[in-house]
């Protein structure tokens, strides 16, 4: 459909940091470099008032917030926007409920994608007060996507919907990862110097919060040789330290504080292997795997239950998955790849592969305006066939 107009509703957008925030604005961008006139409407993430800027071809409209309380904001000029917003299509970012409420209160008349990315895990009790408001929303989402075949079996909510679910994987600008530059090829070979020492070097990355089980990763170096480094921060990066020091690692444990996304290039291809060792639902897709693949790097990640962890980078194909919680396992995988011949160039290729094959923006940016003609015709795109579907095993 040429021309489509989408607008997307999401709670914030970059510079304001974050993995949605990331995936809105590169989908937006892709859409836009295929020929759709694309706009994103989201919440300010700094004091101020309502503002509109435009990211390249994509029209941004932050919205100020007057009042902010229990993770919702009172934006005064949202709701009026989305009474007037000129587009065929909607596709609004969840968990978002500053977002639901002012869809609730503009009602406009337009067909909605909804782009679930997680269940709310902690905060149950809040989660389902707010179920009977999502609900009423939810009355005119035309689909709902989930970002893995493996994700809705694990939601009750979104086995309710089951009519309405689609698969549309998460995507990103490949070409750095894929066909790094000559600084940081240089750069890596730095990194091995620096930090090898003559063995491996093990990366992980990311907020450094509960559910992304570093601890497990720490408990299993005390089983393998090697370096970590740790590139991220959070709440829990005081307590990881100190787990270094009680198992006597803390010389092989680098903490390399937050980087710049396109700086943890080098270090993907200094290393061995990406560890992902989360542990919980939240974790429910794990983007930086594919940032590690595309660069060749196989991934040691975790069987969570009805997450997409496991289904990014495969067992066997472009890494090595293990149970999760579970250090020597994660151990016992490590040892695998220095161990047996030709495992590791194996997972790189599979890893590239798979990079390219599922999560490009490009290909990312396509399904999701096939996902849109399918919405507006209420007919099938007969080419979809190679889109993931749901798993059915996943129901159970």
Not at 159 to 179: A, F, H, T, W
Not at 242 to 257: I, N, P, Q, W, Y
């Given at each position: 459909?040429?021309?489509?107009?989408?607008?997307?509703?999401?709670?914030?957008?970059?510079?304001?940091?974050?993995?949605?925030?990331?995936?809105?604005?590169?989908?937006?961008?892709?859409?836009?470099?295929?020929?759709?006139?694309?706009?994103?409407?989201?919440?300010?993430?700094?004091?101020?008032?309502?503002?509109?800027?435009?990211?390249?071809?994509?029209?941004?409209?932050?919205?100020?917030?007057?009042?902010?309380?229990?993770?919702?904001?009172?934006?005064?000029?949202?709701?009026?926007?989305?009474?007037?917003?000129?587009?065929?299509?909607?596709?609004?970012?969840?968990?978002?409920?500053?977002?639901?409420?002012?869809?609730l209160a503009a009602r406009p008349r337009l067909p909605l994608v909804v782009m679930y990315q997680s269940d709310v895990i902690r905060q149950r009790l809040r989660s389902l007060l707010f179920r009977p408001i999502e609900?009423?929303?939810?009355?005119?989402?035309?689909?709902?996507?989930?970002?893995?075949?493996?994700?809705?079996?694990?939601?009750?909510?979104?086995?309710?919907?089951?009519?309405?679910?689609?698969?549309?994987?998460?995507?990103?600008?490949?070409?750095?990862?894929?066909?790094?530059?000559?600084?940081?090829?240089?750069?890596?070979?730095?990194?091995?110097?620096?930090?090898?020492?003559?063995?491996?070097?093990?990366?992980?990355?990311?907020?450094?919060?509960?559910?992304?089980?570093?601890?497990?990763?720490?408990?299993?170096?005390?089983?393998?040789?090697?370096?970590?480094?740790?590139?991220?921060?959070?709440?829990?990066?005081?307590?990881?330290?100190?787990?270094?020091?009680?198992?006597?690692?803390?010389?092989?444990?680098?903490?390399?504080?937050?980087?710049?996304?396109?700086?943890?290039?080098?270090?993907?291809?200094?290393?061995?292997?990406?560890?992902?060792?989360?542990?919980?639902?939240?974790?429910?897709?794990?983007?930086?795997?594919?940032?590690?693949?595309?660069?060749?790097?196989?991934?040691?990640?975790?069987?969570?239950?009805?997450?997409?962890?496991?289904?990014?980078?495969?067992?066997?194909?472009?890494?090595?998955?293990?149970?999760?919680?579970?250090?020597?396992?994660?151990?016992?995988?490590?040892?695998?790849?220095?161990?047996?011949?030709?495992?590791?160039?194996?997972?790189?290729?599979?890893?590239?592969?798979?990079?390219?094959?599922?999560?490009?923006?490009?290909?990312?940016?396509?399904?999701?305006?096939?996902?849109?003609?399918?919405?507006?015709?209420?007919?099938?795109?007969?080419?979809?066939?190679?889109?993931?579907?749901?798993?059915?095993?996943?129901?159970?």
């Amino acid at each position: 459909m040429k021309n489509l107009r989408i607008c997307h509703l999401g709670k914030f957008y970059p510079p304001a940091p974050g993995g949605i925030e990331t995936h809105v604005r590169t989908l937006a961008l892709a859409q836009a470099d295929l020929g759709a006139n694309v706009q994103v409407f989201c919440m300010r993430h700094d004091p101020g008032p309502t503002t509109t800027e435009w990211d390249g071809p994509v029209e941004v409209t932050r919205f100020g917030r007057a009042l902010s309380a229990a993770k919702l904001d009172y934006c005064p000029d949202l709701v009026a926007a989305l009474r007037d917003v000129d587009a065929d299509v909607l596709h609004m970012q969840v968990p978002n409920p500053t977002m639901i409420l002012a869809l609730l209160a503009a009602r406009p008349r337009l067909p909605l994608v909804v782009m679930y990315q997680s269940d709310v895990i902690r905060q149950r009790l809040r989660s389902l007060l707010f179920r009977p408001i999502e609900r009423l929303a939810y009355r005119q989402v035309r689909a709902i996507v989930a970002s893995s075949p493996t994700y809705p079996g694990g939601s009750s909510f979104l086995r309710s919907y089951g009519d309405r679910l689609q698969v549309l994987p998460m995507g990103i600008d490949l070409k750095p990862y894929l066909e790094p530059s000559l600084e940081d090829r240089d750069e890596a070979m730095r990194i091995q110097v620096r930090h090898g020492r003559g063995g491996p070097i093990w990366l992980g990355a990311g907020r450094m919060v509960y559910y992304k089980g570093f601890h497990n990763a720490i408990r299993a170096l005390t089983r393998v040789p090697g370096t970590l480094l740790l590139a991220g921060d959070g709440p829990e990066r005081q307590a990881l330290e100190d787990e270094a020091k009680e198992l006597g690692v803390s010389d092989r444990v680098v903490f390399l504080g937050n980087l710049h996304y396109r700086a943890i290039v080098p270090y993907y291809l200094a290393a061995t292997a990406f560890w992902f060792p989360s542990n919980a639902r939240s974790e429910a897709f794990g983007l930086v795997q594919v940032e590690a693949m595309a660069c060749g790097c196989p991934v040691i990640n975790t069987a969570i239950p009805h997450s997409g962890v496991s289904w990014v980078s495969l067992h066997d194909q472009t890494g090595l998955t293990v149970p999760i919680n579970d250090p020597l396992a994660f151990a016992n995988a490590a040892q695998r790849l220095l161990n047996e011949p030709g495992l590791r160039d194996r997972l790189s290729e599979g890893a590239r592969r798979r990079a390219s094959a599922e999560f490009d923006h490009r290909v990312m940016a396509q399904r999701s305006l096939d996902l849109y003609d399918e919405v507006l015709t209420d007919e099938p795109v007969p080419h979809l066939a190679s889109r993931p579907r749901l798993i059915p095993s996943q129901w159970s």
